[in-house]
Nanobody, 116 residues
Framework: QVHLVESGGGLVQAGGSLRLSCAAS????????MRWFRQAPGKQGELVAR???????YYAESVKGRFTISVNNAKNTVYLQMNSLKPEDTAVYSCAVSTTTGYDYWGQGTQVTVSS
């Protein structure tokens, strides 16, 4: 199993920045991709960014050029650097990992609120 703990959410003004962290523990050797999702009230969940064990990245069009996903392997932590935040980025952000065992694991989520 993999246990994920997110941190770094909060309230920020439009145009500001936040960095989300997701620390993984447990069977981290089995992780082959890490992802950030977000869920806003009344909206469909969205895959925001993904990074694979080979370093390949994916970004949703809505965040390209503003968000950056990265991994610190020594700390078993994935980050989401969010710059130029907009009110429409307001959501609960959750990290998830997929593993070679075929199971996915999710963190508890962290609230990001961007005021206009």
């Amino acid at each position: 199993q993999v246990h994920l703990v997110e941190s770094g959410g909060g309230l920020v003004q439009a145009g500001g920045s936040l960095r989300l962290s997701c620390a993984a523990s447990g069977s981290i050797f089995s992780i082959n991709a890490m992802r950030w999702f977000r869920q806003a009230p009344g909206k469909q969940g969205e895959l925001v960014a993904r990074i694979t064990s080979s370093g390949s990245t994916y970004y949703a069009e809505s965040v390209k050029g503003r968000f950056t996903i990265s991994v610190n392997n020594a700390k078993n932590t994935v980050y989401l650097q969010m710059n130029s935040l907009k009110p429409e980025d307001t959501a609960v952000y959750s990290c998830a990992v997929s593993t070679t065992t075929g199971y996915d694991y999710w963190g508890q989520g962290t609230q990001v609120t961007v005021s206009s």
